[in-house]
């Protein structure tokens, strides 16, 4: 489902990503993890081209790109393959929360009002938020905010959910709800997704795979056990130990 082939991105002198190569299958959660600065986001946001890569080919679904030579057209046809998911919500403060929902409908599909708030509801009801429909973003918690953004997210039936740190910003009793949503999703809709997550315990409980970054580079990546009893790079048992520590 995504294949990612020699990806390189650099910010100046500095090398994010360093010739990174990925493959996820269909249906599969995978989640990266790794010491800060060291290029998942990055990783992240180029595989919708929100940064555009110096180097490498993207594929998802069907659609591929090549950084070398692509157009507009490509990012707009890569993009509707997947829909990303922040840590900071980015929800709109003066729409109610069935609008928030409903306005990607309207505005990418066209989709008259009506409809798109119907489908919205739907949406919504898988989330467990229908009865917060009229309600306004600021008066969820961040794990009923973090919840809508990820129906708004699903209601244009991406083929792949990117996520960049969506327990983050959250309280530790709140990740729960996060995590349930997002196992309902995979259950239900066999939704391939793509997670960057800092906490270990999330990435054990919600990934197939775990791919353990440093330094721009894949050092390692295996099932959730392999990572985490049994990892082969001593990069990957020192960031363990000392992220499993500090939790």
Do not use: W
């Not at 429909?133 to 600021?138: L, N």
Request: hydrophobic share 40%.
């Amino acid at each position: 489902m995504i294949k990612i082939r020699g990806l390189k991105k650099s910010f100046g002198g500095l090398n994010v990503l360093k010739d990174v190569n990925l493959d996820v299958n269909q249906g599969e959660v995978a989640a990266v993890i790794g010491p800060s600065g060291t290029g998942k986001s990055t990783l992240l946001r180029c595989v919708n081209y929100l940064e555009v890569p110096d180097e490498g080919v993207i594929r998802i679904g069907d659609v591929e790109i090549d950084a070398a030579k692509h157009h507009k057209k490509d990012i707009y046809a890569l993009r509707k393959q997947s829909a990303m998911i922040f840590q900071s919500f980015n929800l709109f403060n003066n729409k109610t929360i069935l609008d928030n929902v409903a306005l990607a409908l309207e505005v990418v599909q066209k989709k008259n009002k009506k409809q798109a708030r119907q489908e919205a509801v739907e949406i919504l009801k898988k989330v467990g938020l229908d009865d917060k429909a009229g309600a306004y973003p600021s008066t969820l918690s961040g794990g009923q905010q973090q919840r809508v953004a990820i129906g708004r997210a699903m209601i244009l039936n991406p083929k792949v959910l990117l996520f960049d740190e969506p327990t983050s910003a959250l309280d530790p009793y709140l990740v729960g709800e996060v995590l349930a949503v997002i196992k309902g999703i995979v259950k239900e809709h066999n939704t391939t997704m793509l997670i960057v997550t800092h906490e270990m315990e999330f990435a054990k409980e919600a990934a197939d795979r775990v791919i353990f970054m440093d330094e721009g580079c894949i050092v390692e990546e295996g099932t959730p056990r392999q990572i985490f009893e049994n990892p082969k790079e001593e990069k990957t048992r020192q960031f363990l130990a000392h992220s499993l520590n500090k939790e």
